[in-house]
């Protein structure tokens, strides 16, 4: 008999449902429960899993009491949010997409994971891969932006870093792909409400990223919190037994979210904890966490008929086996044993440094007011994010404190004028009294760093309290004396700002950059790094357009502007302030002479595409080329854009090179009206180019044929 035949055959029935219980430790709280004393029920074997635990000695001693001092000595599971860092902070989830740049991806994922199994955790409830198209949710800062072919790309990199070697390495993650699914189509975007998305738009917009992280060997699944069209997800039969475990093959396990079982009370599906233990477990959901529904409501459900035996012993079955593949019950102190050495946080340091310059996207940059030049050298520093480490942190910081991180004004003199978001203004004189003796100013404004993240939707989406008059005062003061303003806009998702980017000389969008924020800025600033990244989201420029994304559907009415019954809105332009993909850089780049090979396609084939990019500005730096494909008619209406590939390019001033992406034939297969994949004869534009704006793309066109017979 294997190890976990003999433990299942030994255990208890409370043993049992010990192992589907994931309960916190008082380090971190992110629901409306807090647990009591752990220490007793991990001893008698209740309590298998832990969540928000830090500190090597405490994990240690939480896995001694499991494996030294319960009955069948089975080891903890323990798990934390290491979401874009643990101690050292990467940029939030959101900034990283806009690296575009799957290596890095993996990159930040690998280090948080070596620092966070260094102080003896085995899971991180990440990444988080919804799909998010309305800035109104908070949650959007959490993963990959609005498109799901990018997501699909971030979810393989992120469960590939955070799973290094594999996953019993010392030094590995078990990864939770989350929240599954269409978390990011929540009503109105307010966190928790219910999300109801028609079948085709779960399977190609909001499915891909989970499809992918699965395919990736993630080890473990969490649904979310909301339900869909009526069905909550921690109780979905269909979407996690049919799609996750029969069509995908997941094999892994599924952890509830933060007292998601209880809630299914609330949601009004269950009558009481046994019903609502009784769907999550019928659904599939093996790990119960927080909600105790498990342990207080599985032996009524047993005693109901509404479970059998069976049914939980596939969920310990699963539980046993990840802990077995984290190679826990072989070593179960193998993660914290050893700390990491001081370098390591050195090198840490650095990577998040040239991250946090690489995420930064420069939204304008008019009349090359950056890099700023050696005659401003007089710089007034100015906005309540001038000097505020701790909002640099992001949502979901890990265990990273309030004081390790560097901000942008970290050894400048600065003046706040307002706070984030107070009705205080008396700070604006003092500000304006900076700004007299300077010939810049950088204006850092934004949200804090909670105004996004979890339970932080917002309705405006302009700057908050009183940063608005403060802005406008500064754009007086330096219009008037012809001073440029350099806006650092820090946010969680795009703000709804066009006045500020109309004033503004330049706009960096800094997303939130992590522990290094005010380095990474710095670097762009003077131009020792060359702003390369790319906004994985559009921005609106009125909150009436949201949902706003590049893959919508041309429709029957387009928008004309001769034509008043056309798809469009009286009072703003339908196109957005800027779209995905936008970026500049410190060059200026000309994307040239597209060419397609071969230009007929059977599914088999795969095409090489390639365009010539030269630098025309006076600057060294990266262009990130993207490729687009339009199926121009089809059984199915498709979308106008859909993006299929990515790739960068570091040119001289001067310098000219070619950019070579391959796309394979079958790729552009889509849902046909039965939802299966069809590869349908007819016409496909492929475009590439700098952003998902159909007047900055080059265009072929390719003609796809039936495949040859076998
Ligand atoms: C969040 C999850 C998170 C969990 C544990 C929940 O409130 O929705 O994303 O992993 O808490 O902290």
Known sequence: MS???????????????????????????????????????????TIGNLLNMVGAAHVREMQRLAVEESRLGIPLLIGFDVVHGHRILFPVPLGEAALFDAETWALTARESAKEAAAEGLAMTFAPMLDVSRDPRWGRGVEGPGEDPWLGARMAEAKV???????????????????????????????????????????REVYMPPFAAAVASGVPAVMPAFTDLA?????????????????????????????????????????????EAAAHALKAGVDIDMMSDAYRRGLPTALARKLVNMAEIDESVRRVLTLKEQLGLF??????????????????????????????????????????????????????????????????????????????????????????????????????????ATADAILLCVGEAATMSGEAASRAYLDLPGKQCRFAEAVFEHAHARAKPVIVVLFSGRPLVVPWLVEKADAVLAAWFLGSE??????????????????????????????????????????????DRYTSKYLDVPN??????????????????????????????????????????GARAAQETVFLFTHDKIASVARPLLELKGFAKIELQPGEAGTVTLSLRAAELRFLGIDLEPVFEPGEVEILVGPCADRLHLLTATVRLSWSRPC
Not at 528 to 556: L, Y
């Open 517 to 562: 924020a005010g380095n990474a800025i710095g670097d762009v600033l003077t131009g020792r790094v060359s702003p390369s990244g790319r906004t994985p989201v559009t921005w609106p420029r009125a909150a009436g357009q949201i949902p706003i994304f590049f893959g919508e559907r041309n429709g029957g009415r387009p928008a004309n502007p001769a």
């Open 330 to 435: 072989d070593d179960p102190y193998r993660r914290g044993a050893t700390p990491e050495p001081a370098e390591a946080f050195v090198h840490r340091r650095q990577l998040a440094r040239a991250v946090g310059a690489r995420a930064i996207v420069m939204l304008k940059n008019d009349k090359e007011t950056l890099p700023l030049a050696a005659s401003l050298r007089r710089l007034a520093v100015v906005g309540p994010l001038a000097d505020a480490p701790a909002e640099m942190r992001g949502p979901w910081w890990g265990a990273a404190d309030g004081e390790g991180q560097v901000s942008v004004a970290s050894q400048v003199v600065h003046a706040p004028g307002v706070a984030i978001d107070s009705d205080d203004a008396s700070g604006i004189e003092a500000a304006l009294h900076l700004c």
């Open 160 to 202: 590939r870093g955070f799973q290094g070697a594999g996953l019993a390495a010392a030094d590995a993650l078990a990864a939770v792909a989350k929240h599954y699914c269409a978390y990011g189509a929540v009503t109105a975007g307010r966190d928790y409400a219910s999300a109801d998305v028609s079948e085709r738009t779960l």
């Open 3 to 45: 190890r976990i035949d003999t433990l299942i055959g030994a255990m208890t029935l409370a043993e049992k449902l010990g192992q589907l219980t994931m309960t916190a430790s008082s380090y971190a709280v992110t629901g409306p429960v807090i647990a009591g004393d752990s220490t007793a029920a991990i001893k008698a074997g």
């Open 230 to 274: 009526g069905i909550p997800m921690t109780a979905h039969r269909e979407l996690l037994r049919g799609w996750l475990r029969g069509r995908w093959g997941f094999k892994g396990v599924i952890v509830s979210d933060y007292n998601a079982i209880a809630e299914l009370m609330r949601h009004g599906i269950a009558a009481d904890l046994a």
């Open 575 to 616: 196109e957005p302030l800027f779209p995905f993909g936008h970026g500049l850089t410190y060059g200026r780049f000309a994307l040239t002479n597209l060419r397609v090979t071969p230009l007929e396609v059977e599914d088999i084939d795969t095409m090489q595409i390639s365009v010539d990019v030269r630098n025309e």
